[in-house]
């Protein structure tokens, strides 16, 4: 593996000292996931990176990103020694992004980001080097490891930039420099830390702060804070400003979706060139995704053509929507379908996930129960304020909600949900995820599909795994 980072270009990056001699091929701040050849950053988060210095080395690291001799290690070992850790990770990151020849898109939204990152990777495909995280590192330390790891010959970086709290955004796509800066969807999550809706747009749209001069900016034409979004637009160093969605006065224009249970048809047209593409995986929220990365590529200097025949290649990360097929029992070849949606949740992508649901057909004749059922499995959604209450139980006038046969509700908020459902819709109803894992068998039957849904804290991916563990897992 060729160098990302010689001893010499770290320590000017990041202001630090310490011997010499050492190549790094690679960043890492996770002993468990660390290659031999890596850079070890020993952040402070709910550990201290410097307890595992020893154990990176051990296993091969080419140095430790340090602010102290941790104990156990010899003062001479492959040390950069900085100030704080967490600023030289950031300087490191600019150095990264100040030495690339790569067109840089950032992305931002309520919704989407991590999907649209790997709709980017999937659809760049074989139009030169792409760097993008492996997963979802959006903060205040995931912005610079995603930059610091990217090598210099990079052609197209997507960076997938989020937040918790109002002022975050910005700085890290000034980091970023990006080329194309673009918001998915402004929705209400992590409404916690607004007052409103505008907060949040507000706060989505100094994504454009960082652009580089003379960049493009790409919002969500759709939405009702579109205007926020278009004045922060302006108010960047854009030179182009291009809007996405459904309207006919975006300039990237979703004409139409056609999903089915297991691809969706794309009709778009991105300025006057009409594009047809297909997505091997439903859902029509999935087809705007297509749209944006359209638009965006074709921004950031990639062929319009080869893209759109890249967006084919890409299926939902894990987590994410992904579908699978539960082999229930091998002998008779029974089996349910499992939609994997449990990374996170707000209300909506709550209910785009509901309409997948409603889209999936389930089997009939097969199993203990003669008739397949649609089921989900949901979780709480967190951080959404004051009206968070009112938001679970809205789900029950979903539309797609007349498609499902039992809704399973995990955690104190969802059972506003189950108090709304007609009663023929109720489910189990508890206040753990764990208590769904220990009856795992009785949730599903052959035919079935399931879907699960939920923000992290609510667990609801340990019912996933435990649905997994019934069959064979196979996709």
Not at 269 to 292: D, Q, W
Request: glycine share 10%; hydrophobic share 50%; charged share 20%.
């Amino acid at each position: 593996m060729s160098a990302l980072w010689t001893a010499e270009e770290a320590a000017a990056a990041t202001r630090g000292s310490g011997p010499g001699g050492w190549t790094a091929t690679g960043v890492s701040i996770d002993t468990r996931t660390l290659r031999p050849g890596d850079l070890f950053v020993a952040l402070k988060a709910v550990r201290d990176g410097h307890d595992f210095v020893a154990a990176a080395l051990e296993k091969g690291a080419a140095a430790a990103l340090v602010d102290r001799v941790p104990d156990g290690v010899a003062p001479d070992a492959p040390l950069l020694v900085v100030g704080d850790v967490l600023a030289a990770l950031g300087r490191l990151g600019a150095a990264a992004r100040k030495r690339t020849r790569a067109r840089v898109i950032a992305i931002t939204g309520s919704v989407g980001k991590t999907s649209t990152k790997e709709m980017f990777r999937a659809a760049l495909a074989g139009q030169g080097r792409i760097h993008a995280a492996e997963a979802s590192y959006n903060n205040h330390w995931g912005v610079p490891l995603t930059l610091a790891r990217m090598p210099a010959d990079t052609d197209f970086a997507i960076v997938e930039i989020g937040m918790n709290a109002p002022g975050e955004i910005a700085p890290l796509s000034r980091l970023a420099k990006p080329h194309v800066a673009m918001v998915t969807t402004v929705a209400a999550a992590h409404l916690a830390a607004f007052e409103d809706l505008g907060g949040i747009a507000r706060e989505k749209g100094s994504i454009f702060e960082g652009l580089k001069k003379g960049g493009t900016a790409l919002y969500n034409a759709d939405i009702d804070t579109a205007k926020i979004l278009a004045k922060a637009a302006k108010a960047s160093k854009a030179g182009d400003i291009l809007r996405f969605g459904a309207a006919k006065s975006a300039e990237a224009r979703l004409v139409s979706a056609k999903p089915s249970e297991t691809v969706t048809v794309v009709e778009a047209k991105i300025g006057k060139t009409p594009v047809l593409f297909k997505l091997a995986t439903p859902g029509a929220h999935f087809a705007l995704g297509g749209v944006m990365v359209l638009a965006a590529a074709e921004a950031a200097g990639a062929d319009i053509a080869l893209t759109a025949q890249g967006l084919g290649r890409w299926v939902p990360p894990p987590g994410r929507g992904r579908a699978e097929r539960l082999a229930l029992d091998p002998v008779e070849d029974w089996s349910a379908k499992l939609i994997d949606d449990a990374f996170n949740a707000n209300p909506a992508s709550l209910a785009a996930a509901l309409d997948v649901l409603a889209l999936t057909a389930p089997e009939d004749n097969v199993g203990r129960v003669s008739t397949g059922r649609r089921i989900a499995i949901l979780g709480d959604m967190l951080e959404l304020g004051n009206a968070e209450i009112e938001m679970h139980a809205a789900l029950a006038r979903h539309p797609a909600m007349a498609s499902i046969d039992r809704v399973d509700c995990v955690g104190p908020l969802m059972a506003a949900l189950w108090e709304a459902l007609p009663a023929e819709k109720r489910g189990a109803r508890v206040q753990t995820a764990e208590e769904l894992v220990a009856r795992a068998h009785q949730l599903v039957d052959a035919g079935d599909v399931v879907l699960v849904k939920g923000s992290k804290g609510s667990r609801v991916s340990l019912v996933a795994a435990a649905l997994r563990k019934l069959g064979r897992g196979r996709g």
